[in-house]
């Protein structure tokens, strides 16, 4: 028997809904938020969704970066010359489509975000504008994030297209360019650590200062 989850698109489409009735149930239950009046207008709830899209594309973006540096990589040595080509000619080239774009969308609906809150120029200053701590803790995450984003798009995948046989390169040249990936993608691993505390520092860290 044929069952939803065999279509990821229709399982992607399910999860939506699911969100959409979690919603209209806590809508239903619910009268009032944490100690305050829930925000009203349509303002609100789009940025609200913009955060949500920000936080799913992030979780798509890193969550991605892992998968390349815990478990392809690390595994690749230890896989058969001959079975090789099906990680290099099929999956990589997905995951590298969903890794660049989640990458640019997370990066959109920040700057959506930061641009709508108001905060987007005091934390591209490291918060030296309004000595802020939640601005300067953003501020860093901010950064790091475009860093890794350029490295994303500027770097790890022209490299990674000569690396993976999708433009034409010599073997020299795809050997320093699988390098150049390499590098580029363990220096997003690394920024990846202190961008994901900035990130959840703005609101939790940035009291305790």
């Known amino acids: 028997m044929k069952s939803p989850f065999d279509s990821l698109q229709t399982t992607v489409v399910l999860g939506l809904v699911l969100t959409v009735v979690m919603v209209l149930a806590v809508m239903g239950i619910a009268d009032h938020g ?4 829930l925000p009203e ?10 955060r949500w899209a920000h936080v799913v594309s992030g ?10 540096n815990f478990v392809q990589v690390p595994s690749m040595a230890e896989i058969p010359a001959e079975l090789k080509p099906a990680v290099s000619k099929f999956i990589a080239p997905r995951a590298l489509w969903w890794f660049r774009w989640s990458a640019a969308s ?16 005091d934390a591209l200053a490291l918060g030296l504008t309004d000595r802020g701590a939640d601005t300067s803790i953003i501020g860093f995450g901010m950064w790091f994030a475009l860093i890794m984003a350029f490295n994303v798009w500027f770097i790890i995948w022209p490299n ?31 920024l990846s650590l202190p961008m994901l505390f900035a990130m959840l520092g703005m609101r939790h860290f940035a009291d305790l200062i």
Request: no cysteine; charged share 15%; glycine share 14%.
């Open 106 to 121: 997370t990066v959109l609906f920040g700057v959506i975000l930061a641009g709508a809150g108001g905060y987007i120029l």
């Open 160 to 190: 990674q297209k000569k690396a993976l046989g999708l433009v034409t390169a010599t073997d020299d040249e795809k050997k320093k360019a699988a390098r150049m990936a390499f590098l580029a993608s363990r220096t997003n691993l690394l």
């Open 59 to 68: 979780v798509m973006w890193i969550g991605l970066l892992w998968y390349f």
């Open 41 to 50: 207008g349509n303002g609100g709830i789009a940025m609200f969704v913009a």
């Open 34 to 37: 944490i100690g305050a009046p």
